[in-house]
C-alpha cells in the first residue's frame, strides 16, 4: 500500500540501504573497468591515445560515483526522516493536523 512515503513504513531496515547502495557502486566500477580494459585490447591506438582514453574515463568513473553518491545520500537520508516522523507519532503514515500544529 502506498502511503506517500515512498513505500516506507517504521520497519528496521538495518544496513539495507546501504548494501544497495554499495552494490549499485561495485557493479558500475567493474563494468566501467571492464569495458575499458575490453576497448584497450580491441582498439588499435598509440599509447598516448590509450593514455587519454584511460584518463577520461577514470575522471568520468569519478564524476559518476560522486553523483550516485549524492543521490544515494539524499535517498537514505529521506527515509531516516520519514521513519523518524512516523515513529514519533506512533507509527501512524501521517501525523494528526493537531499533533503538527503543537509541535
Not at 506517500?4 to 540501504?17: L, R
Not at 568520468?60 to 553518491?69: G, N, W, Y
Request: aromatic residues 4%.
Amino acid at each position: 500500500m502506498m502511503d506517500g512515503n515512498f513505500g516506507i513504513n517504521s520497519g528496521n531496515y538495518g544496513d539495507e540501504g546501504r548494501n544497495v547502495a554499495v552494490g549499485v557502486l561495485a557493479g558500475l566500477g567493474v563494468g566501467l573497468l571492464v569495458g575499458a580494459a575490453a576497448a584497450l585490447l580491441l582498439t588499435p591506438t598509440s599509447g598516448e591515445e590509450v593514455r587519454n582514453e584511460v584518463g577520461k574515463s577514470m575522471t568520468d568513473l569519478t564524476d559518476k560515483i560522486d553523483s550516485l553518491i549524492k543521490e544515494s545520500t539524499y535517498w537514505v537520508n529521506n527515509a531516516g526522516n520519514i521513519i523518524r516522523k512516523q515513529m514519533a507519532h506512533g507509527g501512524n503514515d501521517t501525523p494528526s493536523d493537531t499533533e503538527e500544529a503543537a509541535g
